[in-house]
């Protein structure tokens, strides 16, 4: 399977943008998925996560009241909407479908003004 992650860009502080991650090659409904993301010379850091029950998912502590994960069954798609950015969100965006090798290409995101 793969994963094809897009949405990102340059937007200033204070700003929105949603990721997209649509999924292929697998079973899309059973399967749980992750945002990571990685700055310059900075680990890969999880930021969110959601399972095949829709309504569990899990923030990492910076993503928490900001970024929201949620999915689309029928167009497996997997979303990321971000609010409020801020320049240290600034990382390239990458989906990841858990406990598999499967990662997309990555989508960069930059948050300045």
């Known amino acids: 399977g793969h994963l094809v992650e897009s949405g990102g860009g340059l937007v200033q502080p204070g700003g929105s943008l949603t990721l997209s991650c649509v999924a292929a090659?697998?079973?899309?409904?059973?399967?749980?998925f992750q945002w990571f993301r990685q700055a310059p010379g900075k680990e890969r850091e999880h930021v969110a996560t959601i399972y095949s029950t829709h309504t569990l998912t899990d923030y990492s502590a910076s993503a928490k009241g900001r970024f929201t994960i949620s999915r689309d069954n029928r167009k497996e798609t997997v979303y990321l909407q971000m609010t409020n950015l801020k320049p240290e969100d600034t990382a390239v965006y990458y989906c990841?479908?858990?406990?598999?090798?499967?990662w997309g290409q990555g989508t960069q995101v930059t948050v300045a003004s």
């Open positions: 990841h479908r858990m406990n598999y090798e499967t």
């Open positions: 090659g697998f079973t899309f409904s059973g399967a749980a």
